[in-house]
């Protein structure tokens, strides 16, 4: 495999655009791995780790490439790099040697880019309409539900999914769903001479995102998150040697927030995933 520089990859603007984070650790990743491997629930949620701590493209670009080169000294190469799992000491290695060399230079934030039009209006009230249409179709599905069931297929469930009380958590979505609408609403009647605060849009998604994972959470039979629990420990287990306590803990909640979504179709509520990451 040959060595593929950080200038030679298509001369990314690393940090200029913040919100292609996602799609350009995965695509970095595959160029490295040489094939078009799926990411896993656990390499998303890894990643959604490294931006949540602002960790810049750069040092992530440098772990992988220092992974990879670690591999191709090794004397038996049976066990390829399937994961993103597999980088995570030398992505701390080199956000560690960064700080470093930066003792007493001037301090910043490196994840996020100066205040910019990084959407338009149009781009942003596409992804709530987009949002809601699919809160919409899960709506009518919980509301026709039967009692202590939802035949709601999303990715990660086979013959529906065991709720509390359906129809309850049709009503906390119909909140949340009302709160996307009030929030296009606002950026449709936001003045062409005004800048969209994006930093408050994206607190303000948090917020309700964490407002949908608590209802979906509350909603759940206690044996579908005992099994979700279970799944992050199996998905965990093969790296937990490599990853601190703290990062083992974070990552268990980023999968599990991810499955639960995933459970039910819904989507991510962060402009951080308006491509569709």
Known sequence: MGHLS?????????????FNYFTEVEEYFQQKRGSGILLSTLDWALIDTWREAGIPLAIVFR?????????EK???????????????????AALEEQSESRVGAPTGSPGRPDQQELFSKEELVAYFDSARSIFSN???????????????RGSGSEGGILLRDPKALARDFERIDSSLGQMAEEIKVTAGNVAIDFEQLERRLGILEEKLLGAIRN??????????????????????????????STLRKQFIQKRLLEMLSLPRLSLFHLQGN
């Open 74 to 92: 090794r004397r038996s190469k049976t066990r390829r790099v399937n994961a993103l799992a597999y980088c995570v000491q030398e992505v701390q």
């Open 219 to 248: 909603s759940l039979e206690d044996r579908v998150l005992e099994q979700l629990e279970t799944e992050s420990e199996r998905a965990l287990g093969p790296y937990k040697r490599n990853m601190r306590a703290e990062m083992i």
């Open 138 to 152: 899960v709506i009518l599905q919980l509301q026709s539900a039967s009692p202590q069931s939802a035949d709601v």
């Open 63 to 71: 772990g992988i490439d220092a992974t990879f080169e670690k591999w």
């Open 6 to 18: 950080l200038n030679g990859f298509k001369k990314r603007r690393f940090m200029e655009n913040y």
